[in-house]
């Protein structure tokens, strides 16, 4: 598998694309599996042999005994999650000890939640005592993003306004975490007394401190400089994959702006968010469904929202890893897909959830983009407002009636289902050399078609 001494999967979507699975194939292939940003909020589900783990802070290669595990300084960090996690983890047998976190990564405190969900709710109700409609330059009222509540994007906020901002080393630095928690929870007092709703609690610098402290304490051992510790490990010739959360559509840059994460969720966020830079990288694996879908707010240009949205959804098991929220189901979009397999220099494609597709009849593809000036474009348009405006440009194709969940080499693919991975890979102009075609670890497909 690997091309070189440092590899990536990453998602081309809106996240949950089963990048979980992927990355936990490709770690048996690896010494080291790196998270490089994100936090708790988001979540990769791996199945082996019919049992399913759920992760969201620790690395998906933690299945695969003596992979080194490393959360990077781009990831933000809640503690009391990754505590809960590891526990978990080990009380099903997994060894931990391998496991180490960036001391320069971001905390997640519990004022991040509190603000995080008064920002939301401010949101809802500014939106909810707006006119219905647009506004003059035509683009959708600003309402709720849709986030999980988790103090993803208020931790994030912090750590470019730098004074208030707590890292994982400073919770092995009593007097400076001390400060820190102090200005932090002096500085949002102002807010939560404006906004403050029913139901939230105030945070508390006393009760955070006493707590962030125990954190040092169980985490001390595994606080370390993650970036010298990857470049020792390139240079003694180890093999590093490096995995993100969330996905490229809801990159903080390069995403569907402002229905986005906080953080670089592409290939391009590895270099900040591990101190390695992308010239390392000898492979880089897109994941894409053989459909989309979304969560949360924002424009879906392909979304189904009639019985046929339903089916894929509740065959697809399209519920959230970390919230259990209904995913929002539609077509697939070639003209997104390409765009985030270019941004990402992605060498090749996985190609997950197939078999869903199984028994549907016609499949449609977007192909393209028919634009309010009545142009057509077959280049993506990352703004929210733009997206919002457009409608999709359909290619459609024989669907197949067989069930997928046994096949394991692209011949034995049903002769629609491979037209269908071969349109996608020369669409998209990449190879798809993964194919999922059921939960399972070992329901896989490995073989390059396109």
């Given at each position: 598998m690997p091309t070189g001494s440092a590899n990536a999967v990453v998602g081309l979507h809106w996240g949950d694309e089963g990048k979980g699975k992927v990355c936990d194939l490709l770690a048996r292939e690896h010494e080291v599996v790196v998270r490089y940003n994100g936090g708790a909020n988001a979540g990769n589900s791996v199945v082996v042999n019919g049992e399913r783990f759920a992760l969201h802070l620790i690395p998906t290669g933690v299945l695969n005994p003596g992979t080194l595990l490393v959360v990077g300084n781009g990831v933000v960090v809640d503690p009391a999650k990754l505590l809960d996690e590891i526990g978990?983890?080990?009380?099903?047998?997994?060894?931990?000890?391998?496991?180490?976190?960036?001391?320069?990564?971001?905390?997640?405190?519990?004022?991040?939640?509190?603000?995080?969900?008064?920002?939301?709710?401010y949101l809802r109700d500014r939106l909810a005592a707006a006119e219905p409609g647009l506004h003059a330059t035509g683009s959708p009222r600003i309402g709720q993003i849709g986030t999980t509540k988790r103090g993803i994007g208020p931790c994030?906020?912090?750590k470019v306004q730098r004074a208030m901002a707590v890292r994982v080393g400073d919770l092995l630095r009593p007097d400076v975490l001390r400060e820190k928690i102090d200005a932090s929870c002096g500085y949002r007092d102002i807010l939560f007394r404006e906004l403050k709703p029913e139901g939230v609690p105030e945070p508390k610098a006393g009760e955070i401190l006493e707590t962030a402290l125990a954190w040092g304490e169980a985490l001390r051992a595994r606080i370390t400089d993650t970036t010298y510790l990857l470049h020792d490990r390139l240079a003694a010739g180890d093999r590093v994959l490096f995995t993100g959360a969330n996905a490229t559509l809801l990159d903080v840059d390069h995403g569907t702006y402002p229905f986005v994460t906080s953080s670089s969720c592409s290939a391009l966020g590895i270099g900040v968010g591990t101190g390695v830079p992308t010239?390392?990288?000898?492979?880089v694996l897109g994941v894409a469904k053989a459909y989309c879908t979304r969560v949360g707010a924002g424009p879906f240009p392909t979304e189904l929202t009639d019985e046929l949205g339903d089916r894929i959804r509740e065959r697809g098991r399209e519920y959230g890893t970390t919230t259990g929220r209904p995913r929002r189901c539609g077509w697939l979009d070639l003209v997104a897909t390409r765009y985030a397999a270019m941004l990402n220099g992605a060498t090749g494609l996985a190609l997950t959830m197939l078999d869903?597709?199984?028994?549907?009849g016609e499949l449609r593809l977007c192909v393209g983009y028919h634009l309010p000036s009545g142009e057509v474009t077959e280049r993506f348009l990352p703004?929210?407002?733009?997206?919002?405006?457009?409608e999709p440009v359909w290619e459609t194709m024989a669907g197949w009636d067989e069930d997928l969940g046994h096949v394991r080499t692209p011949g034995e693919l049903p002769p629609a289902a491979r037209a269908y991975v071969e349109r996608i890979a020369?669409?998209?102009?990449?190879?798809?050399?993964?194919i999922s075609v059921g939960p399972d670890r070992a329901q896989t497909i490995e073989g390059r078609l396109g």
């Amino acid at each position: 598998m690997p091309t070189g001494s440092a590899n990536a999967v990453v998602g081309l979507h809106w996240g949950d694309e089963g990048k979980g699975k992927v990355c936990d194939l490709l770690a048996r292939e690896h010494e080291v599996v790196v998270r490089y940003n994100g936090g708790a909020n988001a979540g990769n589900s791996v199945v082996v042999n019919g049992e399913r783990f759920a992760l969201h802070l620790i690395p998906t290669g933690v299945l695969n005994p003596g992979t080194l595990l490393v959360v990077g300084n781009g990831v933000v960090v809640d503690p009391a999650k990754l505590l809960d996690e590891i526990g978990a983890l080990e009380a099903r047998g997994i060894d931990m000890s391998r496991l180490f976190v960036s001391d320069r990564a971001h905390v997640v405190l519990p004022h991040h939640k509190a603000e995080d969900e008064l920002r939301e709710a401010y949101l809802r109700d500014r939106l909810a005592a707006a006119e219905p409609g647009l506004h003059a330059t035509g683009s959708p009222r600003i309402g709720q993003i849709g986030t999980t509540k988790r103090g993803i994007g208020p931790c994030y906020a912090d750590k470019v306004q730098r004074a208030m901002a707590v890292r994982v080393g400073d919770l092995l630095r009593p007097d400076v975490l001390r400060e820190k928690i102090d200005a932090s929870c002096g500085y949002r007092d102002i807010l939560f007394r404006e906004l403050k709703p029913e139901g939230v609690p105030e945070p508390k610098a006393g009760e955070i401190l006493e707590t962030a402290l125990a954190w040092g304490e169980a985490l001390r051992a595994r606080i370390t400089d993650t970036t010298y510790l990857l470049h020792d490990r390139l240079a003694a010739g180890d093999r590093v994959l490096f995995t993100g959360a969330n996905a490229t559509l809801l990159d903080v840059d390069h995403g569907t702006y402002p229905f986005v994460t906080s953080s670089s969720c592409s290939a391009l966020g590895i270099g900040v968010g591990t101190g390695v830079p992308t010239t390392r990288l000898g492979r880089v694996l897109g994941v894409a469904k053989a459909y989309c879908t979304r969560v949360g707010a924002g424009p879906f240009p392909t979304e189904l929202t009639d019985e046929l949205g339903d089916r894929i959804r509740e065959r697809g098991r399209e519920y959230g890893t970390t919230t259990g929220r209904p995913r929002r189901c539609g077509w697939l979009d070639l003209v997104a897909t390409r765009y985030a397999a270019m941004l990402n220099g992605a060498t090749g494609l996985a190609l997950t959830m197939l078999d869903v597709l199984s028994g549907i009849g016609e499949l449609r593809l977007c192909v393209g983009y028919h634009l309010p000036s009545g142009e057509v474009t077959e280049r993506f348009l990352p703004d929210a407002s733009e997206l919002e405006s457009v409608e999709p440009v359909w290619e459609t194709m024989a669907g197949w009636d067989e069930d997928l969940g046994h096949v394991r080499t692209p011949g034995e693919l049903p002769p629609a289902a491979r037209a269908y991975v071969e349109r996608i890979a020369a669409f998209v102009g990449v190879p798809v050399e993964l194919i999922s075609v059921g939960p399972d670890r070992a329901q896989t497909i490995e073989g390059r078609l396109g």
